[in-house]
């Protein structure tokens, strides 16, 4: 079926423009020794034991539940960790490199509400999240799915994340981010994307199909439950991206220089975890550093320094050599100016920073408490703008050909031009937003604004919706496994 809703085909995209440098070489430099200072002298709490022995082998001090690591433990995970990682999901087609200057662009994460114009803000459920997973298979601006996109809020926490597990690989043939609270959630995941895939686990060791996001707990804390998801997802060669959660004057100093040497110490030791449990295991540079407001203590995104944060902390992870992940956010509470000029400010700091995954790149509202259906139609808009930016001018021959006189028609423009109307397809170019009608057309049409619009875009989305072909034993296996593991959960931990 053809899609009414022009958009630009499915690609891998790349950043040929490269970064743009926010520190010179000494202010890099000099946030990566005040890091090894942090960990070398402060530590890390953390409350797995089995990872602190993992670190005392490798020569750290360990001092109850606190790890003091040196540049020693550091400088050999960096030499093992890979600089590229590729994700392949159930569809060969869509697989993605996560590293150097590819970009991916990922689905919102986590919020606990939804919104959408027609009923209004509500609990996330299940309905909503295979919406939204609809809507991600649907639109090729969107590579990942995120974490429990609206978390279904009436299913039992231990095991709903079968549900989504499921809601992503029948609903949907993208890649996938885990759930990596403790070792069965992790497992889960892996285990359903090998079955999706007809393949075994120990195949995925060496391809890896699902992401997991590791929130350190800051600050300079690794929970139990969290070292448990990441050291699974690396003996497993799954990817993880190490995200310390560092919001400057809440978890971190107020200072931007002192939030980025909490978050590289954070991340440089959850780096060290992956490398200590497998070496070589694929491993992200995340960065997720803002301000909170100082009034409120509320998280805010989009802001100066938010995007300052976003564009360093891409240096420091090219300083090591690793992939780099960061966010496209926003704090507003509804779709407006606000949320707009936030969302550019967050992803402008992202592309400029060098990213290879934009985690929460579409439907982001309220500082991570809401899924918004209208924001999630702007945020693609906004991410083909950029997937056009990021493609290079083509300065070909046929291309810089300008035989004015012989071309131009009568009236000297090139607007019905051959040239013109040859090069002009629905894929150059994507306006699911923009209003090319002319004035009368637009109040024929009801007048409607940039929400009212987006909101008839999603429902179009909707209808025109097809799921992917899943092979019927490959369903089959699937349901069959979630039953088991549901059962075997009860009402215990997973």
């Known amino acids: 079926m053809e ?19 926010i520190l010179d070489p000494e202010g890099v430099e000099r946030i990566h020794e005040a890091s090894i200072r942090v960990l070398e002298e402060l530590g890390i709490e953390l409350w797995n034991a089995e990872a602190r022995q993992l670190f005392a082998d490798a020569g750290a001090i360990v001092d109850g539940e606190v790890v003091r690591i040196g540049r020693d433990i550091v400088e050999e995970a960096l030499r093992t960790a890979p600089s590229q990682c590729t994700l392949t999901s159930r569809n060969p087609d869509k697989q993605i490199v996560l590293g150097g200057n590819h970009v991916a662009f990922g689905l919102v994460a986590g919020p606990p509400a939804v919104h959408d114009e027609i009923n209004g803000r ?25 974490n429990q996109v609206a978390s279904p809020m009436e299913l039992p926490a231990n095991n709903r994340h079968l549900d989504t597990y ?16 403790g070792r069965g959630r992790a497992l889960d995941g892996i285990n359903m ?9 120990e195949d995925m060791i060496d391809s890896p199909g699902v992401i997991t996001v590791i929130n350190v707990n800051s600050p300079r804390r690794f929970d139990d439950e969290m070292a448990k998801g990441l050291m699974t997802m ?46 070589g295991a694929p491993v992200i540079y995340g960065s997720f550093t803002s301000n909170v407001d100082m009034k409120s203590g509320s998280p805010a995104f989009g802001t100066p320094e938010h995007a300052k944060a976003n564009v360093a902390s891409g240096q420091l992870a090219r300083r090591y050599g690793l992939p780099y992940r960061s966010s496209n956010s926003s704090a507003s509470n509804v ?17 400029l920073g060098g990213t290879n995954l934009i985690y929460h790149a579409a439907g982001w509202m309220e ?3 809401q899924a918004s259906y209208e924001k999630f139609i702007l945020d693609v808009e906004m991410l083909q703008h950029m997937m056009e930016f990021l493609t290079p001018i083509d300065l070909s021959d046929d291309e810089l050909a300008f035989d004015a006189m012989s071309r131009v028609p009568t009236g000297g423009h090139f607007f019905g031009d051959e040239h013109t109307l040859a090069r002009y397809t629905d894929a150059f170019y994507a306006p699911m937003l923009s209003d090319w009608q002319n004035h009368g057309a637009w109040l024929e049409s009801g007048a409607k604004n940039t929400t ?16 992917p072909t899943l092979d019927a034993a490959v369903a089959e296996e699937l349901d069959a496994y979630v039953a088991r593991r549901k059962a075997q959960i009860g009402d215990g931990d997973p």
């Open 193 to 201: 994307m090998a079955i999706s895939r007809g393949i075994t686990v």
């Open 234 to 279: 690396s003996e497993f060669g799954q990817i993880v991206s190490v995200t310390p959660f560092t919001l400057m004057g809440a978890m971190t100093p107020v200072t931007l220089g002192a939030g980025l040497v909490q978050q590289n110490a954070e991340a440089l030791f959850g780096i060290a975890l992956t490398q200590l449990t497998r070496p």
């Open 335 to 351: 779709v407006d100016a606000q949320a707009a000029y936030e969302t550019q400010m967050s992803l402008w700091g992202s592309i």
């Open 3 to 21: 899609s009414r809703i022009r958009q630009l085909p499915w690609r891998q995209v790349t950043n040929p423009h490269g970064p743009f440098p």
């Open 122 to 146: 509500r609990a996330s459920n299940m309905a909503d999240y295979e919406q939204f997973i609809r809507l991600a298979h649907y639109f090729n601006a969107i590579h990942v799915i995120g």
């Open 367 to 369: 500082g991570g408490l």
């Open 166 to 181: 499921r809601a992503n690989l029948t609903l949907s043939d993208l890649c996938f981010h885990t759930l990596s609270i």
């Open 452 to 467: 009212e619009r987006a909101t008839a875009l999603w429902q179009t989305a909707l209808d025109d919706y097809v799921e």
